[in-house]
């Protein structure tokens, strides 16, 4: 089970951070990612990153103002969002997987959490 949390209401150009917390199985054997979905809108990757922590992948929209980590000993899963827009207002989800590369296109997603709400404030 996946479980994300942090999401709120922020003003643009302020900062949250995301955290994903897993249950009930072998954390450390998936690679993990971030999935937004705005209202009326598709589905889309945000961020990745490997079994290890070692590679981590980006979606150009949140490039240079997001960062993904992850701590295989708490189980859990961040992203670091900063420079908020209100164009970042979705609903996040995170995802296990079992490749990062793959996540980008959204495929090979093994487990999806239950989503946290993010509003930006123009």
């Known amino acids: 089970q996946l479980q994300a949390s942090g999401g709120g209401l922020v003003q643009a150009g302020g900062s949250l951070r995301l955290s994903c917390a897993a249950s009930?199985?072998?954390?450390?054997?998936?690679?993990l990612g971030w999935f937004r979905q705005a209202p009326g809108k598709e589905r889309e990757f945000v961020a990745s990153?490997?079994?290890?922590?070692?590679?981590?992948y980006l979606a150009s929209s949140v490039k240079g103002r997001c960062t993904i980590s992850r701590d295989n000993a708490k189980n859990t899963v961040f992203l670091q969002m900063n420079s908020l827009k209100p164009e970042d207002t979705a609903n996040y989800y995170c995802?296990?997987?079992?490749?990062?590369?793959?996540?980008?296109?959204?495929?090979?997603?093994?487990?999806w959490g239950k989503g946290t709400q993010v509003t930006v404030s123009s």
């Open positions: 995802a296990a997987g079992g490749a990062a590369a793959t996540m980008v296109s959204g495929h090979g997603i093994v487990y």
């Open positions: 990153i490997s079994r290890g922590g070692g590679s981590t």
């Open positions: 009930g199985r072998t954390f450390s054997e998936y690679a």
